[in-house]
């Protein structure tokens, strides 16, 4: 995103966006409870606008071969990732932070390709509300999505976005927040952690811990019940999600019911087989994770600090974990590295790779079917929880 202005319309783009495929079933649902004549007529509506996103969908594909370094990526995925290097930006390691976050970002590619090929927009079924949080040292901001359907008191999920604790914010990854409060009918609370350098670790953890105690204390004031609050985020996020359920352990507090870890930073090794595997892979790459790394930690010793590298934490009696990892990914290693060291630890795991997508997949449902398949799995596996 190049402007403040480019940002603002991003956004509005991105305020429409969702799973498709959840949208449609929930008009579909709307509509036949009404009378026969409006029913019908919603139906009809319904399925044409279905036919126009299958047409549109069918006209987005790559214009090039397959990458070197990604073989068996999937074609919508090539595509966005042709787009995204279209607008040929500067590396992110060759940047400093500030000239970074003015990059484009692959929801820019993703919301480039809707606009291009004419994909309908279903109207949102969250309404959003801004909200300020006080941490130490200062406060952070909050992107709350709540149902416009169901019944109150709402079960909460608050959600850390991804970015390597650099960059990013709450828009890039608005369509994954939506996605995920729509999809389980619950409360979502996007957090806006203070990102690095200019606040070096730990704070975006504690951050992330403050920004989950608030919830639990104001949840009940936004219809939100506060006993039923899950956690979840991608990448720097996911890491986030997780810590703030260890913090929660080690200080007596009420643990998350749930955890959501998307592609999660877990691990220091940049010798993993994934990272020999995906070391030139887009959008994230080994060197942008170390640029990441370098930006965020006081030194390199860091690296191997348990918030960091959670394989190396103690991670007995911590809530039950969904985490999901993708093919072209420099941290699909440690994602499945995580998995097998929570089941170990006795904690009730359930995991899935996507084949064929990259980093950054998992907001990407209005085009990427692997996405839309991720979202409505992450979503069951919340709901699951929040009946228990």
Known sequence: MKSVTGKTKNYLFQTAKLSFATAFGVIILTSCGGGSDKASTSDSTAVKTEKDT??????????????????????????VIEKLESFKDTPIPKLTAQEARKNHTPTDAVMALVKEHNIPMPAPMVDTVGKDIPVKGGKIHARIYTPKGG????????????????????????????????????????????????????????????????????????????????????????????????????????????????????????????????????????????????????????????????????????????????????????????ADKLKAADVKVDSKNYSGVTHEFFGMAIIVPQAKEAQAYAADELKKAFKK
């Open 151 to 338: 019944t109150a008191p709402y079960p909460v999920i608050v959600y850390y976005h991804g970015g390597g604790f650099v960059i990013a914010d709450l828009d890039v990854y608005d369509a994954s927040a939506k996605g995920l409060a729509e999809q389980t009918g619950a409360i979502l609370v996007s957090v806006a952690y203070r990102l690095a350098p200019e606040h070096k670790f730990p704070t975006a953890h504690n951050d992330a811990y403050e920004a989950y105690l608030w919830t639990l204390k104001n949840a009940a004031s936004w219809n939100g019940n506060p006993k039923m609050v899950a956690v979840a985020g991608e990448s720097a996020g996911g890491n986030l999600a997780a810590n703030v359920s260890i913090m929660a352990r080690d200080k007596g507090v009420q643990i998350p019911v749930h955890q959501l870890l998307v592609y999660p930073v877990a691990n220091s090794d940049m010798n993993a087989k994934s990272y020999q595997k995906n070391a030139m892979a887009k959008p994230l790459d080994k060197p942008m994770m170390e640029w990441f790394v370098k930006n965020y930690l006081n030194n390199m010793a860091e690296a191997k600090d348990p918030r960091i590298s959670l394989v190396n934490a103690n991670l007995k009696g911590l809530p039950s974990t969904t985490i999901i990892t993708d093919e072209i990914d420099p941290l699909q290693s440690e994602g499945e590295l995580l």
């Open 54 to 79: 299958t047409a549109a969908l069918e006209t987005i594909k790559p214009t090039g071969k397959a990458p070197a370094w990604a073989p068996d990526i999937k074609p919508e995925m090539q595509a």
